[in-house]
């Protein structure tokens, strides 16, 4: 079983998108059995708070729900359990790296929209900054695609 942790700031906006996102296709792949995915925070300000409105609305905009999920943050736990960690924009990859508990974590963290999925590098703006969840999720839904792909390859 391969196992996927999207990350962001506080865990309400972009990474739980990409969760939520990054499921619904992994389920429409027939690959649930295979792939775990769930989300967390670099920080604890909004430990226990439900996704963002604007996040909640534009899923629901498009048949998706995040009902039942609340912010956390990442543990070093976290860093031993999962195999991709995978960070919004470039501040979330240099938090991901200072809060590893060990060097060899450091291998697990991915920026979302990288080369390394064969995408130009991007970051996801923030839309708790920008209120653009449109392109939020624009963004999001190009990398969880890219990210699946590379995914699928290594468990067939």
Request: aromatic share 8%; charged share 30%.
């Amino acid at each position: 079983m391969k196992k996927v942790l999207f990350v962001c700031l506080g865990n309400i906006c972009r990474s739980p998108m990409a969760e939520v996102l990054f499921k619904e296709k992994v389920k429409n792949k027939g690959l649930s059995d295979l792939i775990q995915v769930s989300s967390r925070a670099t920080g604890s300000w909004n430990e226990g708070d439900a996704p963002h409105k604007g996040t909640q609305d534009k899923l629901k905009e498009v048949s998706l729900s995040c009902e039942g999920l609340h912010a956390q943050k990442i543990s070093a736990d976290d860093f031993h359990y999962y195999d991709y960690i995978i960070g919004m924009d470039e501040n979330n990859i240099r938090d991901l790296e200072g809060l590893s508990p060990d060097i060899e974590s450091l291998h697990k963290i991915h920026l979302l929209l990288s080369e390394e999925i064969g995408l130009e590098k991007e970051v996801i703006p923030d839309p708790y900054y920008t209120g653009d969840f449109d392109l939020t999720y624009e963004l999001i839904d190009k990398g969880t695609t890219k990210w699946l792909e590379k995914i699928e390859q290594e468990i067939k």
